[in-house]
């Protein structure tokens, strides 16, 4: 294993310190999780705005420590990035993710999280595929979600990544859109099936008039580009019913319904269904 040596401060700082005590901590826990197999995924649903359909799934990973307490994604995510273990999390996490999804009605998608640093390894395509292989989960039914960073030094590899998953009929959705490395720019330069508007978008637009033009046109450049557009995080009835007015084709959020074990998914369709 790398030891991150230098990411230690010369100077003393009790503060600093704990906290890589902890995250040392964090780390060889996580190891010792994933080596075990006890992340779990939880589904998020992704709603077709005009008629309140249920879409597909968000996979999204749950980490319960020992004494009971989830440490957030972001944070664990990030954690298995530097200690070289997303491989082994991610593809682990999807088997589990597929063999739920594989009991749903067979025209749900499942949405996965890709994280930066996976889009640049060559093998990536090849593992996902050979996943849904045994699984026996059909690709076409698989969107991944990823968000572009600044760690990708080389474009060309990662859209042939992308090209050969689309080729078997695997989605691509650009995760996190308006914020960060998630830009204007992956637009011209990735083949990209959806754009997924970040919440922070959704969560202002009502108030801020200027929000609100500029997801109509994001949702505007989306339908020029041809691709279907899902706004995150829709917490109230009137996002949503503002985000359905100007035409929005997909919503998630806690309006529709919040990160759930798989066997809340059942319950949560029939319910759905109802509405
Ligand atoms: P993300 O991909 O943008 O996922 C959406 C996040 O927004 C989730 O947080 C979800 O619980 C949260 N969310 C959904 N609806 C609402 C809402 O209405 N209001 C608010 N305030 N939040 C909402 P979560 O589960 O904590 O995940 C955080 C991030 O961790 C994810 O952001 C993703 O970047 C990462 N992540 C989670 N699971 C995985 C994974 O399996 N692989 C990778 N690479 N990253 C993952
Ligand atoms: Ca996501
Ligand atoms: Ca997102
Ligand atoms: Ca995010």
């Given at each position: 294993?790398?030891?991150?040596?230098?990411?230690?401060?010369?100077?003393?700082d009790?503060?600093?310190?704990e906290?890589?005590?902890?995250?040392l901590?964090?780390?060889?826990?996580?190891?010792?999780?994933i080596?075990?197999d006890t992340?779990m995924?939880?589904?998020?649903?992704?709603?077709?705005?005009?008629?309140?359909?249920?879409?597909?799934?968000?996979?999204?990973?749950?980490?319960?420590?020992?004494?009971?307490?989830?440490v957030?994604?972001?944070?664990?995510?990030?954690?298995?990035?530097?200690?070289?273990?997303?491989?082994?999390?991610?593809?682990?996490?999807?088997?589990?993710?597929?063999?739920?999804?594989?009991?749903w009605?067979?025209?749900?998608?499942?949405?996965?999280?890709?994280?930066?640093?996976?889009?640049?390894?060559?093998?990536?395509?090849?593992?996902?595929?050979?996943?849904?292989?045994e699984?026996?989960?059909?690709?076409?039914?698989?969107s991944?979600?990823i968000?572009e960073?600044a760690?990708?030094?080389?474009?060309?590899?990662?859209?042939r990544?992308?090209?050969?998953?689309?080729?078997?009929?695997?989605?691509?959705?650009?995760?996190?859109?308006?914020?960060?490395?998630?830009?204007?720019?992956?637009?011209?330069?990735?083949?990209?099936?959806?754009?997924?508007?970040?919440?922070?978008?959704?969560?202002?637009?009502?108030?801020?008039?200027?929000?609100?033009?500029?997801?109509?046109?994001?949702?505007?450049?989306?339908?020029?580009?041809?691709?279907?557009?899902?706004?995150?995080?829709?917490?109230?009835?009137?996002q949503?019913?503002?985000?359905?007015?100007?035409?929005?084709?997909l919503g998630?959020?806690?309006?529709?319904?919040?990160?759930m074990?798989?066997?809340?998914?059942?319950?949560?369709?029939?319910?759905?269904?109802?509405?």
């Open positions: 294993a790398k030891r991150r040596k230098s990411s230690v401060p010369c100077a003393y009790p503060q600093m310190a906290t890589l005590a902890e995250r901590r964090i780390e060889t826990e996580l190891r010792d999780a080596a075990n992340l995924p939880y589904f998020q649903p992704l709603v077709r705005l005009n008629n309140r359909t249920v879409y597909g799934f968000e996979t999204l990973a749950r980490w319960q420590r020992q004494d009971g307490s989830f957030p994604p972001d944070v664990f995510i990030r954690t298995a990035e530097n200690a070289g273990l997303i491989t082994d999390l991610s593809d682990k996490l999807l088997r589990k993710a597929c063999l739920a999804a594989r009991n009605p067979a025209n749900l998608i499942l949405a996965f999280n890709i994280s930066p640093r996976q889009l640049s390894d060559q093998f990536l395509g090849n593992r996902l595929l050979r996943i849904l292989k699984v026996d989960f059909p690709p076409q039914r698989l991944i979600e968000t960073s760690i990708i030094r080389d474009i060309g590899e990662t859209v990544i992308l090209d050969q998953l689309r080729a078997v009929g695997v989605r691509i959705a650009l995760d996190d859109f308006g914020t960060g490395y998630s830009s204007l720019a992956q637009l011209a330069q990735l083949p990209l099936d959806k754009i997924k508007i970040d919440r922070q978008f959704t969560a202002n637009f009502m108030e801020n008039d200027k929000q609100s033009k500029i997801v109509r046109s994001v949702l505007e450049l989306g339908r020029v580009l041809e691709i279907s557009m899902l706004a995150e995080g829709v917490e109230t009835d009137e949503y019913q503002m985000l359905r007015a100007m035409g929005c084709y998630q959020g806690y309006l529709f319904g919040r990160p074990p798989a066997e809340a998914v059942p319950a949560y369709l029939i319910d759905s269904q109802r509405n």
